[in-house]
């Protein structure tokens, strides 16, 4: 119930708000815009693009499309089942594109305009209990239950890179580790 709650708010105040790129559900192509420090620091009003949006925590979003005259209106747009489990993580948005980490140790890209889901992983574990999810340049990262980060690109579900908190070591330049 929390769950599907917290994918029907999204998608509400998504779907008052003009979201660049609407029309395509995900750019697959090499002019997919990085998600920048200064994104992070000063995100798009379109945008959630980090737990609690900004780096004060205040939760709080400016779109002024959601009014006390306008809000009986709202009316959902879609529903989506996220599996049976706890659902704790609070979803990225960005693009027009919403990157949840769901119960069952899976990731999602979902179309925040049709509910489509764009691409989804799946950890063979398929433990519960998942809270972290985060965006950065063109790639999430998703801590699984089961202990492993993994980074996928935003455009497909394949992780590019899996790593334990056993398999710390100095980083290379381009690498993920730490």
């Known amino acids: 119930m929390i769950r599907t709650f917290l994918l029907v708010t999204s998608v509400a105040l998504l779907a008052l708000s003009p979201v660049p790129g609407a029309q395509v559900a995900l750019d697959t192509s090499k002019n997919f815009p990085p998600v920048t420090k200064e994104m992070l620091a000063n ?9 609690s949006r900004t780096y004060d925590a ?5 779109l002024k499309q959601i009014t006390r005259q306008n809000v009986g209106q709202l009316r959902q747009v879609f529903k989506k089942e996220l599996g049976m489990g706890s659902q704790e993580s609070i979803p990225i948005v960005y693009r027009g ?3 949840v980490a769901a119960p069952g140790a899976s990731v999602l890209a979902i179309d925040a305009t049709t509910g489509a889901t764009i691409w989804e992983h799946k950890r063979p574990s398929g433990a519960t209990r998942t809270k972290a999810i985060a965006i950065y340049e063109d790639m999430v990262f998703y801590s699984s239950p089961d202990g492993f980060i993994q980074v996928h690109q935003c455009t497909w579900a394949r992780p590019i890179i899996r790593r334990t908190g056993a398999e710390r ?3 290379k ?6």
């Not at 205040?58 to 400016?62: A, G, L, V």
Request: proline residues 15%; aromatic residues 20%.
């Open 43 to 51: 995100p798009s009003p379109d945008d959630w693009l980090m737990y």
């Open 58 to 62: 205040q939760r709080f979003s400016p």
């Open 97 to 99: 594109v919403i990157y």
């Open 169 to 171: 070591k100095s980083p």
């Open 173 to 178: 330049r381009g690498q993920f580790g730490g």
